[in-house]
Antibody, heavy 117, light 113 residues
Framework: QVQLKESGPGLVAPSQSLSITCTVS????????ISWIRQPPGKGLEWLGV???????NYNSAFMSRLSISKDNSKSQVFLKMNSLQTDDTAIYYC???????????WGQGTSVTVSS | DIVMSQSPSSLAVSVGEKVTMSCKSS????????????LAWYQQKPGQSPKLLIY???TRESGVPDRFTGSGSGTDFTLTISSVKAEDLAVYYC?????????FGSGTKLEIK
């Protein structure tokens, strides 16, 4: 069955970088786009960016200067890297699959990231 | 960026009641070449990841109960729950996937009286 699972550091110090890995199963990264979405505690959903089947990317301009998304198709892994984290980057980070009809049909469980010294 | 606005921000209903919530976009989500509205609805229950309910504004995702109905076109959309169940306690988000960056509404929190 389709699964996405994020793994992250949990705690990041201010000004440091964040790296999260999304490992997928049940489908190929060469067939589906993957987005990263985050949700601050008690707040709504914010789309960060997408990596397309061919490896191209599109980023939310609010994060473009410090966000990078990449993938390794052979390992079924997608990577998020965000630099210069601040306390307002504290959130649950989700990796999400886009369906063939472009809506987001499968979500990972999310990984909680706290930015604190 | 396309701005998505949802109302109300919260509502409380009794089991069995009908619920309607609104989502408006700052520009049309209707793609002229295929006449599809690039609008989705998600349900997020407490402590869970969001779940896709509706895509193309009115198509129910597989397995979604038929008490959930999406409607609307262009810039105005509605999610209706025909007869609320206790398990429908959740926050409901609309999202446009017409253009990047994808954007979400701020959500409607459904509470059960």
């Amino acid at each position: 069955q389709v699964q996405l699972k994020e793994s992250g550091p949990g705690l990041v110090a201010p000004s440091q970088s964040l790296s999260i890995t999304c490992t997928v199963s049940g489908f190929s990264l060469t067939s589906y786009d993957i987005s990263w979405i985050r949700q601050p505690p008690g707040k709504g959903l914010e789309w960060l960016g997408v990596i397309w089947t061919g490896g191209g990317t599109n980023y939310n301009s609010a994060f473009m200067s410090r966000l990078s998304i990449s993938k390794d198709n052979s390992k079924s892994q997608v990577f998020l890297k965000m630099n210069s984290l601040q306390t307002d980057d504290t959130a649950i980070y989700y990796c999400v699959r886009s369906s063939s009809y472009d809506a987001m049909d499968y979500w990972g469980q999310g990984t909680s990231v706290t930015v604190s010294s | 960026d396309i701005v998505m606005s949802q109302s109300p921000s919260s509502l409380a209903v009794s089991v069995g009641e009908k619920v309607t919530m609104s989502c408006k976009s700052s520009q049309s989500l209707l793609y002229s070449s295929n006449q599809k509205n690039y609008l989705a609805w998600y349900q997020q229950k407490p402590g869970q990841s969001p779940k896709l309910l509706i895509y193309w504004a009115s198509t129910r995702e597989s397995g979604v109960p038929d008490r959930f109905t999406g409607s609307g076109s262009g810039t105005d959309f509605t999610l209706t729950i025909s007869s609320v169940k206790a398990e429908d306690l959740a926050v409901y988000y609309c999202q446009q996937y017409y253009s990047y960056p994808f954007t979400f509404g701020s959500g409607t929190k459904l509470e059960i009286k």
